[in-house]
């Protein structure tokens, strides 16, 4: 065993070899709640992202990478940590396991989350880190911030593009030249609600109905419950005031032209993303150093429009909230140049770990993400599915409480906490065929749930033996109450249901959530 002399020779010995140069320069634009299949690239219609579109051209398009755990605090911890939720801790939005996992005995002088961190194996491999984002203040995600040699914001006016831009362009005027490797981690939120754009922003993007949409479809969509549903989109009532000046962001869908407006809010800000991905890679240009930078375009999670018959929100564990678009461009990497497609099926965290090791850091072993950098490289299991996974687990704990299994052409969810939506405990859908999860067949395929719960349970025991606290964060979420977004919501929202016509959901609720519809469950605790 080491003693106290060769620890810190060791340590004096690992600072000395932070220092060398790997020669990456790599710009990553984190567009927040983006799905991909609103992109050009991904096959969509409407001329949403034009940018994104050229650089997937000259790059690689990841056709199935999903977020292992959602929504956003989750999303970007499984990221930064390489951890899936059940390992880190943090898969919800408030209560104890809106917070990583204390180490305990294990941390060590440094906690291995942090010092195994996405940005802290760049940094150590001698690339300059930075990060413009208020994702870590927002929700008070400190684990974001480790490893970065630059936080940069200026305050909340700098979350949509607008704000964004110009922190982003002035950190490549000072550095994209001048320093040999970099990474440039930009986020911006333009696409997430609240849609603030006007009718005339939407004009260019032509006209475009969902044709999946019917109106049969929107009045069983009217006929559901839970918050984000087409009768209260912003939650689980109408919008206030402060809303009444937002014309894409209706809180009733009424009509079908309701629906079309409320597309349009999403679609121009993914327009306005698309624009600062265009004066972002211009000022590359224009420095000369595009040429000599790696470019990746991705997101934290998507959002629903009628899914689950949920509108403008990111709710489940299902394939649309899950699905994230990922285009890279390497200069010198045959497998990401030349507009190719991987069809590989991938976690975010496998991503984040391919783009560690080609940036020459080495993967830990604490990391559940798992490079395909071979395949990229050409040298390793071809480019597609042989290089992907044969299963996922994907999670979510924030307005509900599941679970899922995606494979094949199937997606399995199993429900803890149906948020007050009324799911079923189990869901089956085929998303090959109902690509809008509209259709349960889990009656139809017994034998199909079945293999699902049992690879659910057999994730979640082999999760369990290798985690630091053996607690599965989902049960503390359980006992806390649920999901923090729905704490305390349901008095106020049996009221509204029995107001609004849907009495029989009111009663199906209140038999189902007895503690919570009478005021006498575990609830917000509020402020200190």
Known sequence: MPDQTDRREHGIAEMLGAHRESGVKLLYIDIDTLRPDHLGCYGYERPTSPNIDALARRGVRFDRVYTSDSPCLPARSALQTGMFGIHNGAVGHGGTAADTFNEGLKRGFRSQRAYNSFAALLARSGTWTTTISVFGQHHSALQWYAGFNEAIQDGYGSWMSEGVTPLARDWIARNAARRESWFLHVHVWDPHTPYIAEPKDAERLGNRRPDWITPEVLARHRSMAGPHTAQETLGFEQPGPAFASLPL?????????????????????????DEMVGVLLNDLDSLGVLDDTAVLVASDHGESFGELGIYADHQTADEITHHVP???????????????????????????????????????????????????RGNGAPSGRESGREKLI???????????????????????????????????????????????????????????MAEIETWRSAMLDTSVSGVD???????????FHVWGELPAYLVRLRNTGRGPLADQLEARWPDE???????????F
């Open 249 to 273: 962001m209706p809180g009733n869908l009424e009509t079908l032209g309701d629906v079309d407006r409320i597309f349009d809010g999403y679609d121009t800000g993914i327009r306005r993303s």
């Open 326 to 376: 990922a285009v890279l461009a390497w200069p010198g990497l045959p497998g990401a140049q030349g507009g190719q497609v991987e069809d590989g099926l991938h976690y975010q965290v496998d991503l984040g770990a391919t783009i560690v090791e080609l940036c020459g850091a080495e993967v830990p072993d604490n990391w559940d993400g798992e490079s395909f950098a071979a395949s990229l």
């Open 394 to 452: 994907l999670s979510h704990a924030a307005w509900t409480v599941q679970r899922s299994v995606r494979w094949d052409d199937w997606l399995c969810i199993r429900t803890a906490h149906d948020g007050f939506h009324g799911f079923p405990e189990v869901m089956l859908f085929d998303v090959r065929t109902d690509p809008h999860l509209q259709h349960d067949v889990a009656d139809q395929h017994p034998e199909v749930v079945a293999d699902a």
């Open 473 to 483: 964060p989902h049960d503390t979420v359980l006992a806390e109450g649920g999901p």
């Open 517 to 527: 519809a009478h005021g006498a469950g575990p609830h917000n605790p509020g402020p």
